[in-house]
C-alpha cells in the first residue's frame, strides 16, 4: 500500500521512528532553537534529543527535516521507546535509513526502528497511552554501574505500602495535586490504566500505563511513593491528594535520571 501523498511530481512519505537515548547529557527532548553543532561541545549549554536526531535526519536525507515526538521528556530523562513521526520525500530504502542515521548519531542516541506508515499517523495525537518506568535502586552504597539510570534509595522500602497506595491512582481522576501548577486552564484529569512493581536484585522498577501525563506527574507520584515507603506517609495519604488536588501536600519531585520513558501504544499495536 502506498501511504504516501502527491505533492506536485513528488511523493511525501510519513516516516515513524522509535528511538533509544541515554538522556544523560541532553536537556530534554524538546528542540530549544539552537542546531546540536552549535551546542554540544562548544558552549555550556546542552543540546536536546530533538536537536541531535533533526539534525542527522536532515544531513542523511539532504532536505530539511522536522520530528514530531509523542512527547517530551525532560532533562536527565531517558527513553527505552519514544516514538517520532516526520515527512520527507527521500526515496532511501528504509532499511539504508535505519544503518545511515545510526551512523551518523552519537552513542547515547539509537533509531531502533524505521517504519512508513499512513500519511495521517501523527505520533503525539494518534497515542493511546504511555508507559513510564522508575528505577530505584535500593542499598547502602549507589551502584557505580547503575549510577546515571537509578535513584538511590538507602533503606529497604516497604513495598506492600507503596502497592497500596498505587492502587488508588488506578482510574480516572483529577491529577492536578501531583503535577507543577499549571494556569493555562486546560483539564488535569488523567486516566491511570496500571501500576506495576518489579524487584531484582537491589532495582525496584515502578512503571505507570496512561492515555497521558501532566508536567512532573509521574516524578512527583514516585517522590510521594518513595516517602511511603520510607514510612514518613500513610497508604491513605495518596488518596488525599487526590481529593484536595494540592500539590503541596504531595511528595517531593523526583530527580529525572531514574525516568524511562517506557513504552508509548497506538491502535492496532
Known amino acids: 500500500m502506498n501511504n504516501g501523498r502527491i505533492f506536485g511530481n513528488i511523493s511525501k512519505r510519513n516516516i515513524k521512528i522509535i528511538i533509544e537515548y541515554d538522556g544523560s547529557r541532553y536537556s530534554g527532548w524538546q528542540r530549544l532553537g539552537k542546531t546540536a553543532e552549535d551546542t554540544i561541545g562548544k ?39 519514544q516514538v517520532a513521526n516526520f515527512y520527507s520525500h527521500t526515496k532511501l530504502p528504509l532499511r539504508e535509513m535505519l544503518i545511515g542515521i545510526n551512523k551518523l548519531l552519537p552513542e547515547d542516541i539509537a533509531v531502533v526502528e524505521v517504519k512508513e506508515v499512513d500519511f495521517d499517523f501523527h505520533s503525539r495525537y494518534s497515542a493511546k497511552a504511555k508507559t513510564y518506568e522508575y528505577r530505584i535502586y535500593m542499598g547502602e552504597t549507589q551502584s557505580v554501574f547503575l549510577r546515571k539510570y537509578t535513584y538511590h534509595e538507602p533503606n529497604r522500602l516497604n513495598i506492600e505500602h507503596m502497592k497500596k497506595a498505587a492502587s488508588y491512582l488506578v482510574g480516572t481522576h483529577d491529577f492536578k495535586g501531583f503535577s507543577t501548577d499549571r494556569r493555562d486552564g486546560k483539564s488535569t484529569v488523567r486516566t491511570i490504566d496500571d501500576v506495576y512493581f518489579h524487584v531484582n536484585g537491589n532495582v525496584l522498577r515502578i512503571g505507570i500505563t496512561g492515555n497521558g501525563f501532566l508536567y512532573n506527574m509521574v516524578r512527583i507520584i514516585i517522590g510521594t511513593l518513595i516517602e511511603i515507603g520510607e514510612g514518613n506517609r500513610g497508604t491513605d495519604d495518596m488518596l488525599n491528594i487526590l481529593r484536595n488536588k494540592d500539590r503541596q501536600k504531595a511528595g517531593i519531585t523526583i530527580s529525572g535520571h531514574g525516568l524511562f520513558l517506557y513504552q508509548v501504544y497506538y491502535e492496532n499495536e
Open 43 to 81: 558552549s555550556n549549554k546542552k543540546s536536546s534529543i530533538q536537536a541531535v536526531l533533526e539534525d542527522s535526519f536532515s544531513r542523511l536525507l539532504e532536505e530539511d527535516i522536522k520530528l514530531i515526538g509523542s512527547g517530551r521528556t525532560d532533562a536527565g530523562v531517558h527513553a527505552l521507546g
